[in-house]
């Protein structure tokens, strides 16, 4: 099993920064892609970056030249830098690690962290 711990959400002015964190435990392995969601009240989670265990990354195009994800494996952990925010960034994030059955789009893994509120206000 692997637990996702996420920190550093909070309150902040639009145009103020953010940084977020995920600390995974647990039976971690290799080869896991790790993702930011966040999911705002009334819509539908969406995802916010990925970054695959070689460090490909991608954006949700709201957020690009925004925020950056990044990844520390030595210490099973990732980042979101969310810099620029905006009001309609307010959401809970959310940290996600999956992994893909090898030649496949199936997940043989898939957990999820409990989520940090970042509110942005104008």
Known sequence: QVQLVESGGGLVQAGGSLRLSCAASGIIGSGNTMAWYRQA???????VAAISSGGSTNYAGSVKARFTISRDN????????????????????????????????????????QGTQVTVSS
């Open 41 to 47: 009240p009334g819509k539908q989670r969406e995802l």
């Open 74 to 113: 030595a210490k099973n952990t990732v980042y979101l830098q969310m810099n620029s925010l905006k009001p309609e960034d307010t959401a809970v994030y959310y940290c996600n690690m999956y992994r893909y059955y090898s030649g496949t789009y199936l997940k043989e893994r898939d957990y999820w962290g």
